[in-house]
């Protein structure tokens, strides 16, 4: 197997979908113990390509609600002397209401488990294809901040999930997608999914 990377298309510009900055309000964090990884599929020609997400049974993930942009994520890339290049993974989150109950999961975001974070982007590509990606899917990502003061932005809870060091992903974030039978079930795929996403992937 090759591993060099080399070029293997043009890198083009769509110009009928030009980039949007964002991701839509609502993201999933799924606790990565919780994923099925003998289900959950990679497409076997593209690595950057979740093709299913599937959790254990009696196991979801778990909606952080959002306002306008408070949520973002970011990528990075890791440069290895000795080993081959990894990325770095970051999703910055808000908690609103610093409610007792909402302060009960912020704290068991802080005692050391890894999770896995899927959000909707604003700029969804053609037909919808590239709407969702994926964080943390290989070494899941873990609290690295997280700050609270009444002073200071009216009190919400900001926190960071990261890669930890030394632990980034193989590859950028991943795309969540299937590709259609036909191009007309596009639409359908997009349906498909975001009926997933605002589900949680919840299995029975």
Request: overall charge negative.
């Amino acid at each position: 197997m090759d591993c060099t990377g080399k070029l293997t298309a043009n890198i083009t510009f769509d110009c009928l979908n030009a980039p949007i900055g964002g991701i839509e309000q609502n993201i999933v964090l799924i606790n990565k113990d919780d994923i099925d990884v003998t289900a959950t599929t990679v497409s076997a020609l593209n690595r950057l390509q979740v093709t299913g997400i599937q959790l254990k049974p009696g196991t979801s993930g778990y909606r952080l609600s959002g306002i306008k942009q408070a949520n973002g994520k970011a990528w990075e890339l890791v440069k290895k002397e000795n080993a081959p290049d990894k990325f770095k993974h970051t999703f910055s989150g808000v908690i609103f209401s610093p409610s007792l109950e909402n302060k009960e999961q912020a704290d068991k975001l802080s005692q050391g488990a890894k999770y896995v974070v899927v959000v909707e982007q604003v700029w969804k590509g053609e037909g919808n294809a590239d709407a969702f990606e994926v964080l943390g899917l290989n070494s899941g990502l873990e609290l690295t901040t997280m700050t609270n003061s009444s002073k200071e932005n009216d009190n919400m809870i900001m926190f960071e999930l990261s890669s930890a060091d030394g632990f980034e992903e193989t590859t950028m974030p991943k795309t969540y997608y299937w590709t259609p039978v036909s191009p007309e079930t596009t639409a359908a795929g997009y349906t498909e999914r975001k009926t997933l996403f605002d589900n949680c992937f919840t299995e029975a």
